[in-house]
């Protein structure tokens, strides 16, 4: 199975600055015939299900705010928030959707405000 | 607009079997890969199981062998069949849809199974 470990297990970050979360998977999910990374972020708020951010490691979602950005291929990537809102404060997943018969997702990264 | 309902959640004694649904709204399940995911208390995000929209079901080691998961076309509902209950599998079970090269990205509520004597 292809492993995803997130970086860090929590976070807090002021209102306004920059929050970082990463994401290493323990092999490539760049897919040749494409070259798409079939690596995702997810959103989720308390009592809700996730929900999807970033698709193809950079492409934002129809409807979410563009301080949200996601980068890297390969193995490693990055979900960026370029300036944190209070509405932000959730847990964050990657996923990877390149195997197709055993997805996985990263143990999420919980986002509080300092 | 793409609408996912599961419902047939409770409580379950171990090794019982509960059977979970998700009705669809604003897609057609049997062309779409369908899955189930779950979450733990207070834990994260576990694939269960998928279905192809060509018919070939997947599952996650942990549960192989005793879910299955299944489609009925003319009420356009997904189903996951769960025998053999255990206390790990104590969840809330999402239903999600995918589409080729594309990760989960519609979602139901969930519901919740609780495995316990």
């Known amino acids: 199975d292809i492993v995803l470990t997130q970086s860090p297990d929590s976070l807090a970050v002021s209102l306004g600055e920059r929050a970082t979360i990463n994401c290493k998977s323990s092999q490539s999910v760049l897919y040749s015939s494409n070259n798409k990374n079939y690596l995702a972020w997810y959103q989720q708020r308390p009592g809700q299900p996730p929900t999807l951010l970033i698709s193809s490691a950079s492409t934002r979602e129809s409807g979410v705010p563009d301080r949200f950005s996601g980068s890297g291929s390969g193995t490693d990537f990055t979900l960026t928030i370029s300036s944190l809102q209070a509405e932000d404060v959730a847990v964050y997943y990657c996923h990877q959707y390149y195997s197709t018969s055993q997805y996985t997702f990263g143990q999420g990264t919980r986002l509080e405000i300092k | 607009e793409v609408l996912l309902v599961e419902s047939g959640g409770g409580l379950i004694q171990p090794g019982g079997s509960l059977r979970l649904s998700c009705a669809a709204s604003g897609l057609t399940v049997s062309s779409n890969y369908m899955a189930w995911v779950r979450q733990a208390p207070g834990k994260g995000l576990q694939w269960v199981s998928l279905?192809?929209?060509?018919?070939?079901?997947y599952y996650a080691d942990s549960v192989k062998g005793r879910f299955t998961v299944s489609r009925n076309s003319s009420k356009n509902t997904l189903h996951l069949q769960m025998n053999s209950l255990r206390a790990e599998d104590t969840a809330v079970y999402y239903c999600a849809r995918r589409r080729a090269g594309l990760p989960f990205e519609s979602w139901g509520q969930g519901t919740p199974v609780t495995v316990s004597s």
């Open positions: 279905i192809s929209a060509g018919g070939t079901s």
